[in-house]
């Protein structure tokens, strides 16, 4: 089932749920390797974010609702992943364009944009222990389950494993971006606290998609 | 956590107001959003100057706003780089139509968020360049890290280059200034102790009472390495000898030497450090012309200190003397 | 105990190197006995201003030590007033035929040491007057105490004392403005974590996470109450109470506002404070028309801080105005 | 037996042994109700007195060397006890005068002209938790053994007993004098470190005539 702006507002609310549940993770993950403030950070702009969306129009498009997300990002957040998953968003809204529902093939564009958008923003490559390590294998497990013929909500959920593998993965690595590449070799152990903040905002889209097509199949 | 506040949410607006309390005729604050200027600003025909960046590190940037230095800092969240919306309204504030100079400690964020800020405002027709400081010997500059920290150095870029544009040089020629002033200066630092940052609550690290970090941020980010305590003058040699080397400073240089104290470190103890390094440098003919000492780029209440070595020339001292009226820095007015 | 030094028994003559290395041109430092002057003392014709004290309050007394304030600061043991013969020999030093001032703080180790150096000084032929400095309400002045102490309102004495002097106002006239000033601060002050003095290596009091002390003093003392900790705009009001009431401060007023950190507080938190203070003095009808705001009078690394109030008038904030030129203050020049 | 130079060196340098020795204990009763600097400061003036003690010349009287440790303790020591025990040993060389000898009433006039010589400094009075309170019954209790003929050794015995409880009698108090005075109730429970330390000194008196009397008695 194509998912439809009512989908990205369940999206944003459960997201900003999740970030707000995991923030004391999020800053004890960037204590270990970063300056301490990623969950505090992600919860203010999250919650900006939810205080905007009753202003939104009844016709809004997904891609206008994503824009609003982006624009609230980066007018609140701040820090590194203030401008750079404000970026994912700004650049998703922009391949969702003019859509007023998503199908998997649009969902593919929408992330593998919202990725872009970072890696041009971050200039990470995989394996620098990013959030770029989330929303690579989950654009990439987002494209597989696509081609195979899933649906929209097992495209998502599909990108929510690969992203929370992808965030698993980060912990023995070295960074090679972000504060944590100040600490070589004693970044060793600790998961990236990007990876894991995108991989619970993916896990939300897909727990969301989920809930829509039960409910639209119930209904 | 036992900390001087009211709420971790208003650390930022409750400090801002007490600075405007603190310097009124020397400041203005503005809010929603908020960022601190010059109370005569703009000029006419004067470069514009900001910085600015997670709060945290008072007096840094707020503390250095004022003649002869900055025309605006725009404070962020604690340890967080501020958003392009006070970055923007700041440079929008302060632009006398010579352009402004965006001057920006190297990370991540404090960097995305100022170029983000700079795009905008060069969409409004103003034309801005930026600095960015990245002084910290302690990283590497390489592909394998997000190349060196803005530190302690960032004060001697703000002073020098604010004295740059109060004499009336161009922007191209601040922005020159500017980035000289970043070429020649390296610093190194250490910790006691970690910094709490209130929202989180906890010290930023746990090290033991027998521990130092060598070779840390201002971020209350662990350092490159963990040590036994040393001797003040043995952790002097740790942190001078990388800066030294790197530039590298020769016999017959003239520098400025700084001896930063990063918030819970007491004044006393910062001169015992100085008095090494000064002995240090005369002992490999490095003549000490300048000085500074004391608490200017701070981490909270850590303790724990950096050495800042700028390599100097006539016209750098020249404009390290210029006249300078801020709340943290003040001389010849 | 873990600090930034090498040998707790060197950390005052190391901390006095640094000084001179630091403050060159400003300041000379003798040793043997130990002192700090103003490069160019004696100033003929001048009435000397000399205090001193304990060590580990800096930038107190060697930080104001230059044109306009201080002629000499005598630096003691950590926390321990100096001997008679530093006092004398910098007595002499600065004497420039005017007389010398000795600005001392109310605490029965300086006022009996500095009353012997004025004694033997006499004996040399050299006019020494004092003033005894005992700004702190949280001790009650009775004969059930040693009086008052003397604490952060020390500085404003010394720089407006140190003002009238440089303007050529005789012995007794720099005295009496001493006295005036003095007459006119009331301070307070609280600490959230004790200071630890080297040779000691323990805290100097035992205190909980949840704990606070109010009414402390500069030197590890206890406060008057332990109370649970607060937020700071109660804890402002706690200490502003009974500097108010004590003098009293009334509507209409003018006055100088002074928050003071104790040395490991950091400079984001001091401005949360003065916010306060500043705005419950707005809300009684007295105006602050001057302000200083930092780390001047410190107790090592304590966390805390204190509020002085000066009730000003117009020779007062002249003399306040005038240029001041030494290592932790400066203006005008 | 009348007690002479070679008295007072051995009870100085017995002096500067026990406060050595009990220096941690004299900074932990300061830091309880002062600023934790007393043990320190006599430690630094009884070894500065110490380190002087060689350069006494072979004739010099007792009052030159209590002299010697006046004005040495008033030079090096700072802070309260400075200059109160430094007036103490200076008054107390004022009245031994020229002789060569101290006798036993020789030994309760400098024992009172210390105690006077710290009361006109310091102010104080019985009951204010000071030094004072150790000194005035040592003093009155030497009084009492002379009176009561006791030799030489037996008065400093008694006043050092008398020192002792004197010193522990400040314990309830609260204290009128001194960095005490500030923290009114707060100083209850605690002995004034001054009285201690003069106990302590007053006790090496003792002990070291009691050693020279028994080494006289012996040879
Ligand atoms: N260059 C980059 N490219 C992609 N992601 C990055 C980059 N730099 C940092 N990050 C991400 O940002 C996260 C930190 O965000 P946050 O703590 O909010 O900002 P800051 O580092 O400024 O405190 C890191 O865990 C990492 O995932
Ligand atoms: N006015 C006084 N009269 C007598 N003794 C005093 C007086 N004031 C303080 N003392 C003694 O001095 C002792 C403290 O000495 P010390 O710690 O060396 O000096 P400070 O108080 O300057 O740190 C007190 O315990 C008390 O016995
Ligand atoms: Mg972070
Ligand atoms: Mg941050
Ligand atoms: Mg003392
Ligand atoms: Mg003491």
Redesign the interface.
Same mark, same amino acid.
Not at chain 1, 176 to 179: A, E, H, I, L, S
């Given at each position: 089932m194509a998912l439809g702006t009512g989908w990205v507002v369940d999206w944003v609310r459960a997201s900003a749920e999740v970030v707000k549940e995991h923030r004391t993770e999020l #800053?004890r993950l960037d *204590?270990e =390797? !970063? @300056?301490? @403030?990623h969950g505090?950070?992600l919860d *203010?702009g999250f919650s900006a974010v939810v205080a905007k969306l009753d202003g939104i129009e009844a016709d809004a498009t997904p891609g206008a609702v994503l824009k609003l997300v982006a624009t609230t990002l =980066? $007018?609140? #957040? !701040? &820090?590194? $992943? &203030?401008?750079?998953l404000g970026t994912a968003y700004l650049k998703g809204a922009g391949a969702a364009g003019a859509a007023t529902e998503l199908d998997a093939d649009a969902l593919v564009a929408v992330l593998t944009a919202a990725r872009d958008g970072v890696v041009l *923003?971050?200039k990470a490559e995989s394996g620098d222990k990013t959030m770029v390590d989330a929303w690579t294998p989950a654009v990439d497990a987002a494209a597989a389950a696509r081609d195979a013929g899933g649906s929209e909500a097992e495209v998502l959920a599909a990108a929510a494993d690969a992203a929370e593998a992808g965030a698993a993965a980060t912990e023995p690595w #070295?960074a090679?971006? !972000?504060?944590a $590449?100040?600490? &070589?070799e004693?970044a060793i152990g600790h998961r990236d606290p990007g990876a894991q903040s995108s991989s619970l905002i993916l896990r939300a889209a897909a727990d969301t998609a989920a809930a829509q097509t039960a409910a639209a199949t119930e209904g | 956590m036992k900390k001087l506040i009211n709420d971790p949410r208003a650390v930022v607006d409750e400090a801002v107001a007490g600075i405007a309390a603190a310097h009124k005729g020397l400041l203005v604050v503005q809010t929603d959003p908020t960022f601190i200027a010059r109370a005569d600003a703009p000029t006419k025909g004067k470069v514009g100057l900001v910085s600015g960046g997670g709060s945290g590190h008072e007096p840094l940037h707020g503390g250095f706003v004022g003649y002869g230095m900055l025309d605006a800092a725009v404070p962020g969240a604690v340890f967080t780089s501020p958003t392009p919306d006070p970055i923007l309204a700041a440079t929008k504030a302060v632009d006398g139509g010579a352009g402004v100079l965006h001057i920006v400690k190297n990370y991540t964020g404090d960097v995305l968020n100022f170029e983000t800020a700079a795009d905008l405002a060069s969409a409004e027709d103003i034309e801005v360049r930026s600095v960015i400081v990245d002084d910290d010997v302690a990283v590497k500059d390489s592909l394998y890290t997000a190349g060196r920290r803005g530190v302690a150095g960032t004060v001697l870029v703000e002073k020098i280059a604010g004295a740059a544009a109060e004499r009336g040089d161009s922007l191209d020629a601040v922005a020159a200034i500017a980035e000289k002033v970043n070429g020649q200066v390296r610093s190194m630092g250490m910790a006691l102790t970690a910094p709490i940052v209130p929202h989180a609550g906890e010290p930023s690290f746990d090290i033991a009472e027998d521990e130092i970090e060598i070779g840390i941020g201002i971020h209350g980010e662990p350092g490159r390495v963990r040590i036994p305590l040393e001797p003040a003058d043995a952790i002097v040699d740790r942190l001078l000898d990388p800066i030294l080397e790197d530039l590298p400073f020769q016999s017959g240089d003239k520098v400025l030497l700084f001896v930063n104290g990063m918030g819970g470190t007491p004044l006393v103890e910062l001169y015992i450090a100085f008095r090494r390094a000064a002995e240090v440098l005369e002992g490999k003919g490095i003549e000490v012309t300048r000085t500074l000492v004391g608490n200017y780029v701070t981490s909270l209440e850590m303790q724990g200190f950096s050495i800042s070595v700028l390599k100097l020339d006539d016209e750098l001292t020249e404009l390290w003397d210029a006249p300078v009226q801020t709340a943290a820095l003040r001389w010849g007015r």
């Open positions: #800053v *204590r =390797i !970063g @300056d301490g @403030d505090e950070n *203010r =980066i $007018s609140t #957040v !701040g &820090g590194a $992943s &203030g401008p750079l *923003r971050g #070295v090679r971006k !972000g504060r $590449s100040y600490l &070589g004693r | -």
